[in-house]
């Protein structure tokens, strides 16, 4: 599929004709900030927003409601001839439609895929309302902050990741000749999400999509999470010894990071692919 890569002075059929058609049909990732928001506007807890609209423990939004554009299924906070009953928390990917966002080199590129722009098919009245810059458009659809928790999650998920590393790197459990943790990294990498969430447990995927935080600010509130994510994972793990359990937490550590992953749209397979040559060229065996 063709990628078009996008300036911010880019003009294109921004302004929306609202019909609603691409609430329909898509799959639609979260972190924790962003279920916060949509838990908060919809006036629920996290833990009850999690557990009625969510799969996975969190990460991925319900597509349950009425079929509608398509013969899709809508998503599970649209309502008919009203529209998201959520707006004012929506994910990212929905402030961003039809837009998608990638960061490569450290540089945050905007674009659409396809080989027409992507309202043109649910929505052809768009482009007889007026075109807006792609500047402009993510101004108007506040992405800011939800960029910055995007963001800040990634380094969060690599966090977890160097923890991983720690466990397996440092402890002497590599130079003990191990072999069955990156075995199990790269299992995890292809596993289901469901199959992840079950290896997580409950315990650790509360603390990881549904931590008890209300900071405003999202840098604070994933620094906030880090630290959460850390201390309980020193509670637990500081005073492990045996090369089993060093096996067991590198790997329950890998799992989040890469449930977390697909939390954020990246790719667990690639990831974990990439952590592996990482940790063997590290002196760890396979
Ligand atoms: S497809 Fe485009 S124009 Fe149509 S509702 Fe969605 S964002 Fe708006
Ligand atoms: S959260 Fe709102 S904008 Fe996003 S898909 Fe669902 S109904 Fe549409």
């Known amino acids: 599929m063709q990628t078009h890569k996008l300036s911010s002075q880019d003009i294109l059929p921004l302004t929306c004709?609202?019909?609603g058609n691409c609430c329909f049909g898509k799959i639609i990732y979260l972190n924790p900030w962003e279920l916060?928001?949509?838990?908060?506007e919809k006036k629920n807890t996290p833990k009850e927003f999690r557990d009625l609209y969510t799969?996975?423990?969190?990460i991925q939004l319900k597509f349950d409601g009425e079929k509608g554009y398509k013969e899709q299924e809508a998503c599970s906070q649209y309502v008919d001839n009203f529209g998201c009953s959520v707006h004012l928390g929506r994910p990212l990917a929905c402030r961003l439609y039809p837009l998608g966002r990638q960061i490569q080199s450290?540089?945050?590129?905007?674009?659409?895929?396809?080989d027409e722009f992507p309202c043109l098919d649910p929505c052809p009245e768009v482009v007889e309302l007026s075109q807006l810059s792609v500047g402009e458009y993510l101004q108007g659809q506040k992405t800011d902050s939800f960029e910055k928790a995007q963001d800040a999650y990634l380094e969060l998920m690599q966090n977890l990741a160097d923890m991983a590393f720690e466990l397996l790197l440092d402890t002497g459990l590599a130079e003990s000749g191990d072999k069955k943790t990156l075995a199990l990294?790269?299992?995890?990498g292809s596993e289901l999400p469901e199959e992840l969430a079950d290896r997580i447990g409950e315990n650790w995927l509360d603390m990881l999509m549904i931590p008890e935080i209300s900071n405003e600010d999202p840098i604070g509130f994933v620094t906030e999470h880090n630290n959460m994510l850390q201390m309980k994972a020193q509670e637990q793990f500081g005073a492990i010894q045996t090369h089993q359990e060093l096996h067991e937490a590198s790997v329950l550590i890998m799992?989040?990071?890469l449930h977390l992953a697909l939390g954020l749209g990246a790719n667990p397979?690639?990831?974990?692919?990439?952590?592996?040559?990482i940790a063997k060229n590290n002196g760890a065996q396979e």
């Open 36 to 40: 916060f928001h949509l838990a908060r």
């Open 106 to 114: 450290e540089e945050v590129h905007y674009m659409y895929q396809g």
């Open 185 to 188: 990294w790269r299992k995890m």
């Open 17 to 19: 004709s609202r019909t």
């Open 255 to 257: 799992g989040i990071a």
């Open 269 to 277: 397979k690639e990831l974990s692919e990439l952590w592996i040559d």
């Open 55 to 58: 799969h996975f423990g969190g």
